[in-house]
């Protein structure tokens, strides 16, 4: 029988105290911690009853605020993680992993009646990739539990996966980043898919006091109902979004700002490997742009090339770009940047 108080928890936890004695960070990443069970592309996808065969399946860490923190900590960026584990093997795994990342969980807690949430990626040459999910203990974050201590001296707030559990609501990271801005945090949200009614009730309490909104294009359709990024982006705007990027695969990016201007970045042309987590590489280096003041065309090169890092391998963060092979690849491949002014915004 697994045993909760096993050796690798204590020593997780005497390190999570250790932690708790010096907590600054830049980037404080909150939402989703996930272990990601990931199959190399294959052939087709069984019939019922059938197997087929795949080179490799790793486990890997998954979920939006565990795969930003980890790509941010590859590019030497001081990085917290807030969410909920269980105490479980794959709770160990993920804490692992994190602290081998360099990731602080000092605000990381563990459920005692909740396993660790768990994603199997499956990934189909062609076809995009499809995911089976167990929320686990991601459904008992609830977003009140960081203080105005623990967003002391951070930089960047960034809620990640957001929409995937309720009691994460929309209200509670209003209050959180409402919070986080009176102390002089950027506030960044992403989001997750999950029940579409639901993102739609959550989002417009949370866009009022979001600094930055990064959704990908399939998201921004299945909320506003809305094909165009373009317009998916005004439509956040409307909803009180400052700036809004909208992700759109191998189209690249569009970014509508607060000011109404408006600037489109291609993607680089890379073999697609595993698209898991490349949205949440492309937030990565789009956020080490803005640590390091860099304009807004600079950072969305940095994102761009992180995300064409990520998915030219399988798995989440396994082959994401450190900071010298960053600086390096965007020296080395520049991207063509359209910037434009709006005019004005339709009503």
């Given at each position: 029988?697994?045993?909760?108080?096993?050796?690798?928890?204590?020593?997780?936890?005497?390190?999570?105290?250790?932690?708790?004695?010096?907590?600054?960070?830049?980037?404080?990443?909150?939402?989703?911690?996930?272990?990601?069970?990931?199959?190399?592309?294959?052939?087709?996808?069984?019939?019922?009853?059938?197997?087929?065969?795949?080179?490799?399946?790793?486990?890997?860490?998954?979920?939006?605020?565990?795969?930003?923190?980890?790509?941010?900590?590859?590019?030497?960026?001081?990085?917290?993680?807030?969410?909920?584990?269980?105490?479980?093997?794959?709770?160990?795994?993920?804490?692992?992993?994190?602290?081998?990342?360099?990731?602080?969980?000092?605000?990381?807690?563990?459920?005692?009646?909740?396993?660790?949430?768990?994603?199997?990626?499956?990934?189909?040459?062609?076809?995009?990739?499809?995911?089976?999910?167990?929320?686990?203990?991601?459904?008992?974050?609830?977003?009140?539990?960081?203080?105005?201590?623990?967003?002391?001296?951070?930089?960047?707030?960034?809620?990640?996966?957001?929409?995937?559990?309720?009691?994460?609501?929309?209200?509670?990271?209003?209050?959180?980043?409402?919070?986080?801005?009176?102390?002089?945090?950027?506030?960044?949200?992403?989001?997750?898919?999950g029940e579409p009614d639901l993102i739609r009730a959550m989002l417009p309490a949370a866009l009022a006091e979001t600094d930055l909104f990064l959704p990908n294009r399939d998201e921004g359709e299945v909320i506003t109902g809305l094909d165009d990024p373009w317009a998916q982006a005004r439509h956040f705007r409307k909803l009180g979004a400052g700036d809004v990027i909208v992700?759109?695969?191998?189209?690249?990016?569009?970014?509508?700002?607060?000011?109404?201007?408006?600037?489109?970045?291609?993607?680089?042309?890379?073999?697609?490997?595993?698209?898991?987590?490349?949205?949440?590489?492309?937030?990565?280096?789009?956020?080490?742009?803005?640590?390091?003041?860099?304009?807004?065309?600079?950072?969305?090169?940095?994102?761009?090339?992180?995300?064409?890092?990520?998915?030219?391998?399988?798995?989440?963060?396994?082959?994401?770009?450190?900071?010298?092979?960053?600086?390096?690849?965007?020296?080395?491949?520049?991207?063509?940047?359209?910037?434009?002014?709006?005019?004005?915004?339709?009503?």
């Amino acid at each position: 029988m697994f045993n909760a108080r096993s050796a690798t928890v204590i020593m997780l936890e005497l390190s999570c105290r250790e932690e708790r004695m010096d907590q600054s960070c830049d980037v404080l990443c909150v939402g989703l911690i996930v272990a990601d069970l990931v199959c190399a592309p294959i052939a087709q996808f069984p019939p019922a009853g059938g197997l087929v065969t795949t080179q490799q399946l790793e486990l890997t860490i998954g979920g939006c605020a565990s795969n930003v923190a980890v790509d941010l900590a590859r590019l030497n960026v001081a990085v917290g993680i807030a969410g909920r584990v269980g105490a479980d093997p794959l709770g160990e795994f993920v804490q692992a992993e994190l602290h081998r990342a360099h990731v602080s969980c000092a605000h990381v807690t563990v459920s005692q009646t909740a396993q660790t949430a768990a994603t199997q990626v499956v990934n189909v040459q062609g076809e995009d990739r499809r995911f089976i999910h167990a929320v686990g203990a991601n459904a008992e974050l609830t977003g009140l539990e960081l203080s105005d201590d623990a967003l002391t001296g951070v930089r960047i707030l960034y809620v990640g996966g957001f929409g995937l559990n309720s009691a994460f609501s929309g209200e509670h990271v209003a209050a959180l980043f409402r919070r986080a801005r009176q102390l002089g945090v950027t506030t960044v949200l992403d989001v997750v898919i999950g029940e579409p009614d639901l993102i739609r009730a959550m989002l417009p309490a949370a866009l009022a006091e979001t600094d930055l909104f990064l959704p990908n294009r399939d998201e921004g359709e299945v909320i506003t109902g809305l094909d165009d990024p373009w317009a998916q982006a005004r439509h956040f705007r409307k909803l009180g979004a400052g700036d809004v990027i909208v992700t759109c695969g191998a189209q690249g990016v569009v970014v509508l700002d607060r000011d109404g201007r408006t600037l489109r970045a291609p993607a680089h042309p890379v073999r697609q490997v595993d698209g898991t987590g490349g949205g949440d590489a492309f937030v990565a280096g789009y956020l080490y742009g803005r640590l390091r003041e860099r304009s807004v065309e600079q950072c969305l090169s940095l994102g761009s090339a992180m995300g064409a890092s990520c998915v030219q391998s399988a798995g989440a963060t396994t082959g994401v770009f450190r900071e010298a092979e960053l600086l390096a690849y965007v020296a080395e491949h520049p991207l063509e940047i359209l910037v434009e002014h709006r005019r004005s915004e339709p009503a």
